[in-house]
């Protein structure tokens, strides 16, 4: 791999010497180009809760410490996810393209939902797919060609966690890759180079998303209720009755869930793993470290960058005043790196002390509810990689994903050697 340091050495002068007021970290070319870093680390020391008054997604406070962020986290009653006042997304929605799904919703209707499709991710449901995903993980693995470069992000994050949502939809298992097209036209960024070129083209393809899955809600609706996400919600009396934008919401929720966010944990961490060579040895070393690397993974990676809130009433951030009305984006992606929080948080150190308490899943009453099931696959990719190769090498410098949202890779090339 080539030197990184350059860009973000000269994204630091930058970041450290244009006024505070012009920073906008919502730019998506800064997640692109990886540069994002010194951006944060110039406002959580000097402008922890900062405001940026222009943008191209508007107005917005950014809120970039670890015990602020909790804050917020913690008040939902003041702090809202409600879709209409503008959900979870730093970007408002028009009405009509509003998808609400229970992530963009307040008490008491989200807690309603939420539980719907709960007993998806208890543990027992998952001590019987921990089988299933060994095996699949196995497959995936075993397919992979030695002393060749190949794609890691295409060859095994996509395919691994497209599969897993496949099953938990049980959906059409040979048109299974339409879930990672709709998983990634629902996060993308409109733009250069991007996934989809407008807003119009996303709804259109979102519109055929929901087509699909109402054909399969049909026929699931009319059958004895299963143990699939589809079903849980065809059967359950919060859920049975949604109308087609909360329908069309809550596939997006569960299928961005499943997907996006354990795809780029895996991508990352064989990325951190040849960025921190030490560490890697470590591991190879002590396989039962693995328990520790997914959680430290996860922080390190941070795969969902923000989550929104609006103000519901004039508050206080961190002694800041906000109004009411006012954005709050979470910047889980600069609370994973504080300094006060995470020592050397730039860094991947599988034995971190402290790694489960990074904040990518969030917290409070939204806390991710597939976070054991996205462990637990994480987990054994590894558990399954590391017992067939002695070295996974990028060989490469990643492509990054043009999102401030998703934060991933879009390829990754790797080499086995053999
Ligand atoms: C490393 C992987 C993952 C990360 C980093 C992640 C991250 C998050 C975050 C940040 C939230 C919002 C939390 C908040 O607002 O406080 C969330 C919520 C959610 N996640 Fe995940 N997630 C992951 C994997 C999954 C998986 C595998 C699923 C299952 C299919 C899933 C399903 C959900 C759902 C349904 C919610 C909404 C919960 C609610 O609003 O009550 N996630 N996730």
């Known amino acids: 791999m080539h030197d990184i340091r350059k860009p973000i050495d000269e994204a630091r002068l930058d970041a450290h010497s244009m006024p505070l007021g012009d920073i906008d970290v919502s730019r998506p070319e800064l997640f692109r180009s990886n540069t994002i870093w010194p951006y944060f680390e110039r406002l959580r020391k000097e402008d922890p809760v900062h405001y940026c008054a222009q943008s191209r997604v508007g107005a917005y406070w950014s809120v970039t410490k670890y015990k602020d962020i909790m804050h917020v986290e913690t008040n939902h009653k003041i702090f809202s996810s409600d879709l209409n006042f503008g959900g979870i997304g730093i970007q408002d929605v028009r009405p ?62 996509i395919e691994l966690t497209t599969q897993m949502l496949a099953t938990l939809f049980d959906f059409p298992w040979e048109e299974r890759r339409k879930l990672t097209r709709w998983s990634d036209v629902a996060t993308a960024s409109p733009g250069n180079r991007a996934v989809i070129a407008s807003e119009v083209a996303r709804e259109a393809e979102l519109r055929e998303c929901g087509a699909y899955f109402a054909e399969l809600w049909r026929e699931r609706r009319n059958q004895p209720p299963k143990a699939d996400l589809l079903s849980m919600m065809a059967h359950s009396e919060a859920t ?17 869930g499943g997907n996006d966010t354990t795809r ?25 470290l693995v ?128």
């Open 96 to 157: 009509d393209r509003r998808h609400d799904s229970f992530i963009s919703m307040d008490e008491p209707q989200h807690g309603a939902q939420r539980k719907t499709v709960a007993p998806m991710f208890m543990p027992q449901n998952l001590d019987q797919l921990a089988h299933t995903i060994r095996v699949r993980a196995g497959e995936i693995l075993d397919r992979l060609p030695r002393n060749e470069t190949f794609d890691w992000v295409d060859r095994v994050s």
């Open 240 to 256: 049975r009755e949604m109308d087609p934008d909360n329908f069309l919401g809550n596939l997006i929720l569960l299928i961005v």
């Open 264 to 288: 780029n944990s895996l991508s990352g961490s064989v990325y951190a793993l040849n960025l921190f060579p030490d560490q890697y040895d470590k591991l190879r070393q002590d396989r039962a």
């Open 291 to 418: 328990q520790n690397l997914v959680p430290e993974v996860i922080r390190w990676q941070t795969p969902l960058a923000y989550m929104r809130r609006t103000a519901l009433c004039d508050t206080e951030i961190a002694g800041k005043r906000i109004a009411q009305g006012e954005k709050v984006v979470m910047w889980y992606v600069s609370g994973n790196r504080d300094e006060d929080m995470f020592e050397r948080g730039d860094d991947l150190v599988i034995e971190r002390r402290n790694a489960r308490n990074h904040i990518s899943f969030g917290f409070g009453i939204h806390r991710c509810l597939g976070l054991r099931l996205a462990e637990l696959q994480l987990r054994i990719a590894w558990e399954e990689a590391l017992k067939r190769f002695d070295a996974i090498e990028v060989v490469d410098e990643p492509a990054f994903i043009y999102s401030n949202f998703v934060k991933g890779y879009e390829k990754l090339p790797v080499r086995i050697p053999g």
